[in-house]
């Protein structure tokens, strides 16, 4: 068996063992100078024993700390709803303890949602993005930056291509509006969309001498949006990650008697294959009055709009709470 090096004393053994075989004297001076030898080859031995336990010592620590700087999956109790439009009535939601809320626009026009958002969320986070119905009859997008400052440090979250955690979550939210090319061309889509939609009649773009919104200013500011989410999903987990628009994500969302409509443009665009490619937990969007609750891969896609109090949503859950 061969004598390795780590094993304490086995220099000593190999001197004594030459010793026997010289079989002649041998002075004391070239004793002393092979046992030397010996011994600082066992001392350095002994010093990379050290310095190797030492070294798998710290791995292992970096290792702990490496799981202890893993997210964890916390679970959230989340109120969902949207398209309240308390621009055309009052509604008296009942309340439930949870641990978010999330209203995914169209709650009322302008800034006039905001007293009653804040009275109704008391001290429960929020996230609140604006609709398209928020900018009506103002601009866009000073709207979304008076929201931002009027609820500045508070326990409401206006999110337009921002991103908060909560709870350990990652919540990224955006009004999304629409790509225009759901049924085809994105040029005739955003036709139809100029001619029919009232956004582009009772919107006016502050960043543009505030002329009227025009579709390709939502277009692009969709592809903005998009490309905000791209940036979110490369510095997340996105299973631990909620994305939230008032804009859907999917043909799916739509109501079937509509979803043929070449209108339908202006109220989802198709980023199946985007949510396939990162996988969110959760989605959820308002817009269409139709709810839902259906998956994409592992992405579970939500919508509980009230709509108009004249045409309310009759699947509208003013109770409905997601756990994540
Ligand atoms: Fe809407």
Request: net charge positive.
């Amino acid at each position: 068996m061969r004598c390795r090096p780590a094993r304490s004393g086995c220099y000593t053994n190999l001197l004594l063992h030459l010793c026997k075989t010289e079989g002649a004297p041998i002075t004391a001076a070239r004793n002393s100078l092979v046992y030397l030898f010996f011994f600082l080859l066992q001392s350095i031995n002994q010093l990379y024993s050290k310095t190797s336990s030492r070294k798998q010592n710290l791995s292992h620590q970096t290792h702990k700390l490496r799981l202890n700087n893993q997210t964890h999956n916390r679970s959230m109790r989340i109120r969902i709803f949207s398209d309240l439009h308390r621009e055309f009535g009052e509604t008296q939601l009942p309340k439930i303890d949870v641990d978010l809320n999330i209203m995914a626009g169209d709650i009322a026009t302008k800034q006039n949602g905001l007293s009653w958002i804040k009275s109704f969320a008391g001290s429960t986070p929020t996230i609140y993005i604006c609709g398209n119905h928020e900018f009506y009859g103002d601009n866009l997008p000073s709207i979304t930056d008076k929201l931002m400052q009027a609820t500045s440090g508070s326990n409401i979250h206006v999110l337009e291509n921002k991103a908060i955690t909560i709870n350990e979550w990652h919540i990224f939210g955006a009004t999304l509006w629409s790509d225009f090319a759901l049924q085809g061309p994105w040029e005739s889509g955003s036709y139809a969309a100029g001619a029919q939609m009232n956004d582009y009649k009772r919107i006016r773009n502050s960043k543009a001498k505030y002329r009227r919104l025009a579709p390709r200013d939502t277009r692009h500011m969709h592809q903005v949006s998009m490309q905000h989410m791209e940036a979110f999903f490369q510095t997340n987990d996105a299973s631990q990650s909620i994305i939230v628009t008032h804009h859907a994500p999917s043909r799916k969302s739509l109501p079937p008697d509509r979803a043929d409509e070449e209108i339908s443009c202006a109220y989802a665009s198709d980023l199946e294959e985007f949510i396939i490619k990162h996988q969110p937990k959760l989605w959820v969007h308002g817009h269409i009055h139709h709810s839902s609750d259906y998956m994409i891969g592992n992405t579970r896609v939500v919508a509980n709009p009230q709509s108009y109090p004249s045409d309310l949503n009759p699947n509208f859950n003013p109770n409905l709470v997601i756990e994540v």
